[in-house]
């Protein structure tokens, strides 16, 4: 069993940046991908970020790319995700998650076990 915890969230004016974080507990997650997604109101779970267990490859979406940057501290068993120029269209619940199998996911399907979320608000 792997126990996520995110936290960092908050409200934020548009432009500004926000580090969010997500620890991890009850098993070691450093062999293993992470991810961050996030959901906005009456939308689909999206992904946003995904790193491998080395930190050496790291993928975005398209929307994030260029402002985010998802990193790890494995001795700390922890995944952070900086958001730089933070629009409005940012705002959502962002959810970490981590992969079991040795691939990068993509997909919300393609993860194991979820945090329960935390806030982030953009205002104009």
């Known amino acids: 069993q792997v126990q996520l915890v995110e936290s960092g969230g908050g409200l934020v004016q548009a432009g500004t940046s926000l580090r969010l974080s997500c620890a991890a507990s009850?098993?070691?997650?450093?062999?293993?991908?992470m991810g961050w997604f996030r959901q906005a109101p009456e939308k689909e779970r999206e992904f946003v970020a995904a790193?491998?267990?080395?930190?050496?490859?790291?993928y975005y979406a398209d929307s994030v790319k260029g402002r985010f940057t998802i990193s790890r501290d494995n001795a700390k068993n922890t995944v952070y995700l900086q958001m730089n120029s933070l629009k409005p269209e940012d705002t959502a619940v962002y959810y970490c998650?981590?992969?079991?199998?040795?691939?990068?996911?993509?997909?919300?399907?393609?993860?194991?076990?979820w945090g329960q979320g935390t806030q982030v608000t953009v205002s104009t």
């Open positions: 009850g098993r070691s997650v450093r062999t293993y991908s």
């Open positions: 790193i491998s267990w080395s930190g050496g490859n790291t």
């Open positions: 998650a981590v992969d079991l199998s040795l691939r990068v996911g993509v997909r919300p399907d393609e993860y194991d076990y």
